[in-house]
Structure formats: C-alpha cells, structure tokens
C-alpha cells in the first residue's frame, strides 16, 4: 500500500512538473505575443482587450495541467473521468485569472494615460505578497476540483487547503524567476532561467498538494 501511494505521489509531481513547464510556459508566451501585437495598451480598449487576453491565455495553462493531473490520478480516481477534472481545473483557472488581473486593469482603467510609473517595493515585499496571492489562488483553483472529487470520496475538503499551501509556496518562486530573469544578459539565458523555475514550481507545487492527494486515495489502485 505504501509503494502504491509513493507511486501515485512520484507520478503526480512529475506531472505537475511538465504540465506547469508547458502550460505556464506557453501561457507566458502567448501573453507576451498579444501584448506585443496590442502595442503599448494603452486607452480603455487596450486595457481590457490586455485583460480578455489575459484570461484567454489561462485556459492553455488550465487544459495542460488538468489533463496531466487527470492522466496521474486516473489509476486510483477512476471514478473521476478526465472531462471532469479538466472541465473543473478549467473553470477554477478562469475564475483565478480573472480575479488575479482585475485590480491591475481597474487601475489601468482608472489612471491617465500618461501617469508617471510608481517605484516598485522592495523584493521581500514583493515575495510576501506573491505568497498572500498564491494562497487566494490556490484556494479559487481548487474550488471547482474539490466538487469533483467529494462525488467520490470522503475528506476532499482538505484539497483546498492543501492547493492554498501549495501555491503560496509556489507563487514566490515564479516571481523571484521573473525577477531573475529580468537580470539575465540575454533573451536565451531569461528563456532558460524560466524554464527551469516553471518546473521546480510545478514540481514543488506537485510535491505538496500530492501528499495530500495520496491521503485521499483508496489503498489499491484500480487494475
């Protein structure tokens, strides 16, 4: 029963590892593509098709992942059917993206157009409240999850918690990368740099809200 459960945990950091990778990944490239084609953004239209675009872009990151986690969890939840688990991580990325950007775009809405640049905290700061929204985010991503997996298994209210852990730890990762990256004397060392931050985030967010995943699982696998 133990190896089961570690083999259940081993596969679902990896695939949380490659599917962060490859969806936060493109995500970030998609974001920067349309953002480059909308030009600086700025004006009422600019700010809000930046936000739509936004939003869009969740999606990628949301279908990547809930498929590799559905693939992961399958042996042991087979109850729960890829469609919903996807439909469901779907749903809580969308609202998560939407919540996360509408204070930046209210702000851009609300400010003159040429209004000068605010100075940026210090980066402890900057860490600390990537931690605070992690845990918001973890908490509105799991949400729709969470329903999920109580139609088949008892103690699924701990997957919230368990996912507001997980991503208030893994938030400040993404943004000390982005801060590193910034510092990088060229677009391949950035591109690299961040590539390797997106897996160790989905590995560390993997590791944590996957120990809990395995205290949720029958004993055996499904054959």
């Not at 809930?66 to 991580?89: E, H, K, V």
């Not at 993206?97 to 775009?105: I, K, N, R």
């Not at 702000?107 to 845990?135: I, R």
Request: aromatic share 8%; no cysteine.
């Amino acid at each position: 029963m133990r190896n089961d459960r570690l083999t259940l945990w081993l596969r679902w950091v990896g695939a949380n590892a490659v599917a962060e990778l490859i969806g936060l990944g493109s995500t970030f490239a998609l974001l920067a593509f349309g953002l480059s084609r909308l030009g600086d953004g700025s004006g009422a239209a600019g700010v809000i098709l930046s936000f739509l675009l936004a939003i869009a872009t969740g999606a990628v990151e949301a279908t990547v992942v809930g498929l590799a986690q559905s693939w992961a969890m399958s042996p042991w939840f087979p109850a729960i059917t890829r469609r919903a688990w996807w439909l469901a991580t779907l749903i809580g990325a969308l609202v998560a993206y939407a919540l996360g950007y509408l204070p930046s775009t209210l702000m851009g809405l609300s400010e003159p157009a040429a209004a000068a640049p605010t100075a940026e905290p210090p980066q402890w700061v900057v860490l600390v409240l990537a931690a605070a929204m992690g845990a918001v985010a973890g908490a509105v991503l799991s949400f729709a999850q969470y329903l999920a997996l109580r139609r088949h298994i008892g103690g699924a209210g701990s997957w919230i918690p368990a996912n507001m852990l997980a991503w208030m730890v893994g938030m400040p990762v993404i943004f000390w990368g982005v801060d590193l990256a910034q510092q990088t004397e060229s677009p391949v060392q950035a591109v690299l740099l961040m590539a390797g931050v997106l897996l160790l985030t989905g590995a560390v967010v993997g590791a944590i809200h996957g120990a809990f995943l395995v205290r949720l699982a029958p004993s055996r696998r499904a054959p």
